[in-house]
């Protein structure tokens, strides 16, 4: 009869063993800066969502210098980025409430980045070590 310690070792290594599979595609690491109009934006976030419909979405926040760093599968991706500066209020109009205030968003940047089907933005990952990826926006 084996010793309960070598039981609970060889247990142990087993679940080590099966626990380190793949799960999914490889990545590569991305970096880049997100300018608008030649300066870099201070905050918000990048999104990639893979073209195929059939990968997974990438995103990574954009630090106060327009930073962005992720992981992605290689492949085609479509890019939003957002940029919120504020939500502000503003009076309700006459007969809507009459102490309510309606909530309205301050965009930083042309509202159209918001989404990745209306941006523009298209980029492609390489199955490289670096891929950098900068995204100027006009």
Known sequence: ML????????????????GCGESGPPTFPVTGSVTYQGKPLPLGSVMFVPQDKHGQAKGSPIDANGHYQLDAAAGEYMVEVQMIARLRSQPAPDGEGANMDMPVVDWL???????????????????KETNQIDLPLP
């Open 3 to 18: 010793p309960r310690r070598c039981v609970a070792v060889s247990l142990l290594l087993s679940l080590v063993v099966v």
């Open 109 to 127: 940047i042309p509202e159209k980045y918001n989404q990745f089907q209306t941006s523009g933005l298209k980029v492609v990952v390489e199955p």
